[in-house]
Nanobody, 126 residues
Framework: QVQLVESGGGLVQAGGSLSLSCAAS????????LGWFRQPPGKARVFVAG????????YYADSVKGRFTISRDNAKNTVYLRMNSLKPEDAAVYYC???????????????????WGQGTQVTVSS
């Protein structure tokens, strides 16, 4: 089993920045690919960003390219999401997820991820 716990959500003004963290435990962290998803109010959960096991490859949804950065520190068993130039449409509950048997490409489908955190709320005011 893998446990994932997000933190760092909160309220930020449009144009501002916020950093999220997700701490993992239960299995060998360095063997997972990791992703961030978000679910705006009243809408479906969608892919935001993913990172390979080593951190050498990343992939982003078009809506956040150039503004968000995913990274990981395997020594700390933690994955991060740095969000810059935030927009009101970025407001959502953000979830981290672990793909314990990753393929060559970073997964974007929710069904490809095996474990999920509880989510952390990000609110963007305008």
């Amino acid at each position: 089993q893998v446990q994932l716990v997000e933190s760092g959500g909160g309220l930020v003004q449009a144009g501002g920045s916020l950093s999220l963290s997700c701490a993992a435990s239960g299995r060998t962290f360095c063997s997972f690919a990791l992703g961030w998803f978000r679910q705006p109010p009243g809408k479906a959960r969608v892919f935001v960003a993913g990172i390979s096991r080593s951190g050498g490859r990343t992939y982003y949804a078009d809506s956040v390219k150039g503004r968000f950065t995913i990274s990981r520190d395997n020594a700390k068993n933690t994955v991060y999401l740095r969000m810059n130039s935030l927009k009101p449409e970025d407001a959502a509950v953000y979830y981290c997820a672990a793909d314990v048997v990753p393929g060559v490409r970073i997964a974007v489908r929710q069904s490809e991820y095996d474990y999920w955190g509880q989510g952390t709320q990000v609110t963007v005011s305008s």
